[in-house]
């Protein structure tokens, strides 16, 4: 928390000139990266070159380099989370609580959170690039939805599928025990781009 706190004291005073403070939420590490529903939270992350292809909009297109991001403030119910057998907790998320291994076949519902955001478009998988993080105490808490796309398409997909309004009336059962009381998308430029934007330094 020192050197966040300290990289955000130093980023928002350079910024200070050209930006106001508008949201502070601190977040944390919850474990061994867990959201506070206790399930780890990243498993399925796209690594190094397909997280690249995954966040960032390819060379040759507008806005190379750069990325769509979506950030939604999610306010946990985990009373009635924890009141959920192990086994229901674990078909709302669709996969094991102890070491995140994704439910196979029968035991994976259709409206576990994997099977609504684990989507396809013609073929092509929406994959995103997830860096959320738990936040809150112990009166209020849940995650700080954060993740970065290549093609803002690929949130609305899955936004869609997880709030039942993709033409197959499945809602994701995750929206039963948590609600996104904020949501914002964003467009963070690429290197270039803020460099021909800004100037050299
Ligand atoms: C209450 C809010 C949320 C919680 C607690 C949550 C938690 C989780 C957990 C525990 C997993 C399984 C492990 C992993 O692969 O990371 C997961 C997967 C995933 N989540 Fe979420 N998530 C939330 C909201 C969202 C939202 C809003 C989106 C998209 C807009 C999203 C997209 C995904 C994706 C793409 C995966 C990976 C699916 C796969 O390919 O297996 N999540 N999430």
Redesign the pocket.
């Known amino acids: 928390m020192d050197t966040v706190f300290d990289t955000a004291l130093s980023v928002h005073r350079v910024m200070a000139p050209v930006a106001g403070l508008d949201l502070d939420v601190p977040g944390f590490v919850y474990h061994d990266s867990r ?1 506070l ?1 206790g ?7 796209p690594k190094d070159e397909a997280a690249r292809n995954a966040a960032l909009v390819p060379s040759g297109t507008v806005g190379a380099g750069g990325a769509f991001v ?1 950030t ?1 403030q ?1 306010v ?1 119910d985990l009373g009635g989370f924890n009141a959920l057998s192990l086994g229901d907790q674990e078909g709302v ?1 669709g ?1 094991t609580k102890s070491e ?1 291994v ?1 439910l196979q076949g029968d035991a994976m519902p259709p409206d576990s ?2 099977s609504r ?2 989507a396809k478009v013609d073929g092509i998988a929406m994959k ?1 690039f ?1 860096r959320s993080f738990p936040y809150g105490t112990v009166a209020r808490h ?2 700080y ?1 954060l ?1 970065f796309a290549c093609d803002v398409e690929r ?1 609305d997909v ?2 869609r599928r ?1 709030y039942g309004v993709s033409g197959d009336g499945v809602h994701d059962r ?1 929206t039963e025990f ?1 609600q996104a009381v904020t949501g914002s998308y964003w467009f963070a430029p690429g290197e270039d781009d803020l460099k021909a934007a800004l100037g050299p330094g």
Request: net charge negative; proline share 0%.
């Open positions: 959201d529903t399930f780890i939270d990243g498993t399925a992350n979506l939604q999610w946990h998320i996969r995140s994704e959170h994997v955001t684990d995103i997830r849940g995650l939805f993740a949130f899955q936004l997880m995750i948590s």
